[in-house]
C-alpha cells in the first residue's frame, strides 16, 4: 500500500428519495433503489474520522454515486435498516459498535446479506483480515489506501468495470 494522502473538502449530499409524482417513482410512492432510476449506485460510509470520511468521498466523487455517512457503528446499522444500499464501507475501529460485528450482523440478515461490503481499516495483521474475511467482508483493504484499491474494490463490489452500474 502507498502512503499517498489525499485532502479534499465538499459537503456531504443528503439520500436520494424519489418524491411522490416523479416519473420514476413506484407506484406506491416509496423509496425506489437509485440504481433502478439512474444505473448509479448508493454506498454508505461508515468510519469516525472526518480526515478518513474525506479522502473516501474525494475518491468516489469521479463516480457518481450516491454517498451517506455514518460516524459510530450504531448509526450505520440504524441507516442499512431503514434505507437501500448497494455497498457498504465499514471502519473496524468505531464507537458504539465495530465493524466487525455490523458486518457479520449484516451477513447473518436474510434481507441485508446480499449488500457487498468492504472492510476499510487500520487493522493490518493477516489474522485482522482472516477476522473479516470470517464476517463475510468481500474486500479488506487497509489504511492507507491507494484511491486506485479502493476504486478497484468498488468497481469489484459492484459487478463491473466502470463502477457505475450492477
Partial sequence: MSDAVCTYHAMKP???RLEEGDHDAPQTGTE????????????LIADD?????????????????ALSFASD???AENLVRNEIFDLLILD???PKKNGFQLCREIKKDEN?????IIILTSKNQESDKQWGARQGADVYLTKPCRPL?????VKKCL??????TR
Avoid: C, Q, W
Avoid at 474520522?49 to 454515486?65: D, N, Q, R, Y
Avoid at 484499491?149 to 474494490?153: E, I, N, P, R, S
Avoid at 459487478?159 to 457505475?164: A, K, R, S, V
Fill in 14 to 16: 443528503e439520500p436520494f
Fill in 32 to 43: 425506489k433503489n437509485l440504481k433502478e432510476v439512474s444505473g448509479m449506485a448508493r454506498i
Fill in 49 to 65: 474520522s472526518p480526515t478518513e470520511t474525506k479522502f473516501i468521498e474525494s475518491v468516489l466523487a469521479p463516480t457518481h454515486h
Fill in 73 to 75: 457503528g450504531e448509526e
Fill in 92 to 94: 473496524v475501529v468505531m
Fill in 112 to 116: 441485508l446479506r446480499y449488500i457487498p
Fill in 149 to 153: 484499491d479502493l476504486l478497484h474494490a
Fill in 159 to 164: 459487478g463491473n468495470e466502470d463502477g457505475n
